[in-house]
Antibody
Framework: QVQLVESGGGVVQPGRSLRLSCAAS????????MHWVRQAPGKGLEWVAV????????YYADSVEGRFTISRDNSKNTLDLQMNSLRADDTAVYYC?????????????????WGQGTLVTVSS | DIQMTQSPSTLSASVGDRVTITCRAS??????LAWYQQKPGKAPKLLIY???TLEIGVPSRFSGSGSGTEFTLTISSLQPDDFATYSC?????????FGQGTKVEIK
């Protein structure tokens, strides 16, 4: 079955950087757009970024634009999130998520599969 | 950005109750709306997409309706496994946005 496993979370000081990774398995990774979604403690879900199946398009939430970079390696079935200039309000569980269907589906697609999440705590 | 507003924020109900959660978009999103269920410490789970399409494996007591800016999630007969937080999400345009969530509690 589809598996998404995030890693790289931890405690980091404000202003520093952290890189999250998501290892995908049991599906053709290169056929799906991939997303990062986060959830601050006790708060709702917040969409962070998307990268298209071929890596040619990326979009970001205004709250992370210019600080975070999403990338993927289709040869290694991995999705990354490089987070720079971290702030206290970036503290959250970060989820990697896959769209329900792949690029061949011309309609808009929700998030069908999620990882278990990795916690990022930004604190001095 | 499109704002998604859910109501109520918290809902107290009993097993067997019919439950309705509302989600309103700040502008039309056609029917590009999904509903997710989340339990404490767990990842969200897709329940409904395209406003009313039930994801495979989701019990038929869940249903969704609406289009444009007004949407509802209905649980026809609440079961013990349904006590959780429910969130709507628009995927009409980037950046995607979620509602703030509705916690369904045991009455």
């Amino acid at each position: 079955q589809v598996q998404l496993v995030e890693s790289g979370g931890g405690v980091v000081q404000p202003g520093r950087s952290l890189r999250l990774s998501c290892a995908a398995s049991a599906f053709t990774f290169s056929s799906y757009d991939m997303h990062w979604v986060r959830q601050a403690p006790g708060k709702g879900l917040e969409w962070v970024a998307v990268i298209w199946y071929d890596g040619n398009n990326k979009y970001y939430a205004d709250s992370v634009e210019g600080r975070f970079t999403i990338s993927r390696d289709n040869s290694k079935n991995t999705l990354d999130l490089q987070m720079n200039s971290l702030r206290a309000d970036d503290t959250a569980v970060y989820y990697c998520a896959r769209e329900l269907t792949g690029f061949w589906d011309s309609s808009k697609r929700p998030l069908g599969y999620w990882g278990q999440g990795t916690l990022v705590t930004v604190s001095s | 950005d499109i704002q998604m507003t859910q109501s109520p924020s918290t809902l107290s109900a009993s097993v067997g109750d019919r439950v309705t959660i509302t989600c309103r978009a700040s502008q039309s999103i056609s029917n590009w709306l999904a509903w997710y269920q989340q339990k404490p410490g767990k990842a969200p789970k897709l329940l409904i997409y395209k406003a009313s399409t039930l994801e495979i494996g989701v019990p038929s007591r869940f249903s969704g309706s609406g289009s444009g800016t007004e949407f509802t999630l209905t649980i026809s007969s609440l079961q013990p496994d349904d006590f959780a937080t429910y969130s709507c999400q628009q995927y009409n345009s980037y950046s995607w946005t979620f509602g703030q969530g509705t916690k369904v509690e045991i009455k």
